[in-house]
T-cell receptor
């Protein structure tokens, strides 16, 4: 079955530590996205990528980094510079929107990151 | 700046009691409005895309409608398994999505 796989489901970070969240998709989608979800807030965009080896900052990119070396994979690193990393992180993918496509984004089941 | 406001924040219904959720938006050049369902601890599940005012989409007990300023998600004779948070998002121009904060729906048997 096609879909988006996020791992791990739960992750704990120590002070001063970088952690990497995995996101893999087999939907053959060009575009991939990372969102952060906090209680009582809407999903906020961290980074997105429309094509391999290219990505753009979203609304809350500070303290995060990404890479897009393969079409199927879009890992997110939460760096020690992110002072409030505790949140639910969601990865999504879609047909590329550059040409104005309004195809929906499809989501993985998230990674919950907590601070030790 | 694009804005999406969902109301109410939370809604409690008895099984079989129909109601509507609201999504108001301000955006320049709407290209699509999306409804998602999110269960606790899970990622959002896509429900509908609406493209233009007057459009309607249906799926089982859910019906989504769109005007120039808002969208409604009508739930007819809900069941406990319809309990979830319902998210609305808009896409403007060639931009990414802007999400509302969601409506948490609880349907009691």
């Amino acid at each position: 079955d096609g879909g988006i796989t996020q791992s791990p489901k739960y992750l704990f970070r120590k002070e001063g530590q970088n952690v990497t969240l995995s996101c893999e998709q087999n939907l053959n989608h060009d575009a991939m996205y990372w969102y952060r979800q906090d209680p009582g807030q809407g999903l906020r965009l961290i980074y997105y990528s429309q094509i391999v080896n290219d990505f753009q900052k979203g609304d809350i990119a500070e303290g995060y980094s990404v890479s897009r070396e393969k079409k199927e994979s879009f890992p997110l690193t939460v760096t020690s510079a992110q002072k409030n990393p505790t949140a639910f992180y969601l990865c999504a993918s879609s047909i590329v929107f550059r040409q104005g496509s309004n195809q929906p984004q499809h989501f993985g089941d998230g990674t919950r990151l907590s601070i030790l | 700046e694009d804005q999406v406001t969902q109301s109410p924040e939370a809604l409690r219904l008895q099984e079989g009691e129909s109601s509507s959720l609201n999504c108001s938006y301000t955006v320049s050049g709407l290209r699509g409005l999306f409804w998602y369902r999110q269960d606790p601890g899970k990622g959002p599940e896509f429900l509908f895309t609406l493209y233009s005012a007057g459009e309607e989409k249906e799926k089982e007990r859910l019906k989504a409608t769109l005007t120039k300023k808002e969208s409604f998600l009508h739930i007819t004779a809900p069941k406990p398994e319809d309990s979830a948070t319902y998210l609305c998002a808009v896409q403007a121009g060639y931009s990414t999505l802007t999400f509302g904060k969601g409506t948490m729906l609880l349907v009691s048997p």
